[in-house]
């Protein structure tokens, strides 16, 4: 399965309630997001990994964490780099309103811009080589990846569950259902020619016999 950007969030750090969110897969993620929004330091960029499977990164600015999820795989410059064009494409959508946004409230407003974004870095092999103001490419140099143990309470476990596949299923549910009545279809259709072969062949045979005896009474067959 290829690697990408699972999950994303933008939130104010007045609030622990996301004000927009998007989730590409399945899962219970939002609970370890919602653990590390807890523990957020002020105008920092901190990873923490998962199991060696997924990193959680987040950058602090101003009063707004830009985070997201991505498979282990994934690049970590271009996961700072998508963090880091959030953060451009928030503050130009909703400026200082941003300051005044509580929990959601942005949802309707910049969700389809974060899925839109996240399907760009998701796809663009470029993605990792964008060009990004000096300062935010030392900001990336000084990102530690810690255990996500770490923004745990002593005992809290949570284990992480994602499910890409959650869609494609549904998808494939479908695909299987009309796949099973165009073949039903099918059968019909060509059950319903056979039996007009067979029939038309009835027809051709009848009439070579009543050909060949002399008519219905058969005179020559007697």
């Not at 950007?5 to 897969?25: F, G, R």
């Not at 609970?31 to 998962?50: D, F, G, V």
């Not at 974004?117 to 990102?143: G, H």
Request: hydrophobic share 45%.
């Amino acid at each position: 399965m290829s690697s990408s950007i699972i999950y994303a969030l933008v939130a104010n750090d007045n609030n622990p309630t996301p004000l927009a969110e998007v989730s590409l897969a399945e899962g219970n993620f939002q609970l370890m997001a919602l653990k590390i929004l807890q523990k957020i330091k002020p105008n920092s960029s901190i990873s923490y990994s998962y199991e060696d499977k997924y990193i959680f990164h987040y950058h602090n600015d101003s009063g707004f964490t830009y985070l997201c999820m991505t498979d282990a795989a994934f690049s970590n410059r271009a996961a700072y780099n998508f963090l880091f064009d959030l953060r451009e494409k928030f503050q130009a959508k909703f400026g200082e309103e941003a300051q005044k946004a509580i929990g959601f409230s942005a949802s309707k407003q910049f969700e389809d811009i974060m899925k839109q974004r996240m399907e760009f870095f998701n796809t663009d092999p470029n993605a990792d080589k964008l060009k990004i103001v000096r300062q935010t490419l030392d900001k990336t140099r000084d990102v530690m990846i810690e255990n996500i143990d770490k923004v745990l309470a002593r005992g809290d476990k949570i284990e992480l569950l994602v499910s890409k596949t959650a869609y494609m299923s549904d998808q494939a549910v479908t695909l299987r259902k009309t796949s099973t009545r165009v073949k039903r279809h099918m059968w019909w259709k060509n059950f319903k020619l056979s039996l007009i072969i067979i029939a038309i062949l009835l027809v051709v045979i009848g009439f070579i016999v009543l050909l060949a005896c002399g008519g219905f009474t058969f005179p020559n067959c007697s």
